[in-house]
């Protein structure tokens, strides 16, 4: 095909413009999914962090509960075994042994409420019944 030079350059050089723009959009098209994709991902993590801090408070929640519910039942169990002993007036060694370690938890987990002068009282009792 002969045709004119000039004719046939303006559309060799109007084919690399195209080319050229056709390029350039396509590199747009691929930034903007990069960014559509970088909001997306952005709203995602914040999501999760959003998440995560909702069930990180929500077990700070619980574990607060369940601490106080242990300190409460351990209490309840320490006043109930002193006043047992306190009728008995003795404390057998088992008894001393589980009754100390039982206050030794309460107080690790924070307990307190005047228990300890009532334990006190109770370990000063002799390991064996007294008969008089």
């Known amino acids: 095909m002969q045709g004119n030079p000039y004719i046939l350059s303006l ?4 084919g690399v413009i195209i080319t050229a723009l ?7 098209r691929t ?3 990069a960014q559509q ?4 991902l952005l709203e995602l993590k914040e999501q999760i962090e959003k998440d995560i801090n909702e069930k990180l408070k929500e077990n700070e929640k619980n574990n607060k509960a ?3 519910a242990t300190i409460a039942m351990l209490r309840s ?12 007036k003795y404390l057998p060694e088992y008894a001393r042994y589980c009754l100390t370690d039982l206050f030794k938890q309460y107080t690790t987990l924070g307990g307190n409420h005047g228990v ?3 334990v006190d009282e109770v370990l000063k009792l ?3 019944k007294i008969e008089k």
């Open 77 to 88: 169990q320490i006043v109930s075994k002193c006043e047992t002993y306190q009728r008995e």
């Open 22 to 28: 056709l390029t350039f959009i396509n590199q747009m």
């Open 116 to 118: 300890n002068l009532l």
């Open 66 to 68: 369940q601490k106080e």
């Open 31 to 33: 930034n903007k999914k």
């Open 37 to 40: 994709n970088d909001k997306i």
């Open 11 to 14: 559309i060799a050089q109007t």
């Open 126 to 128: 002799p390991a064996i």
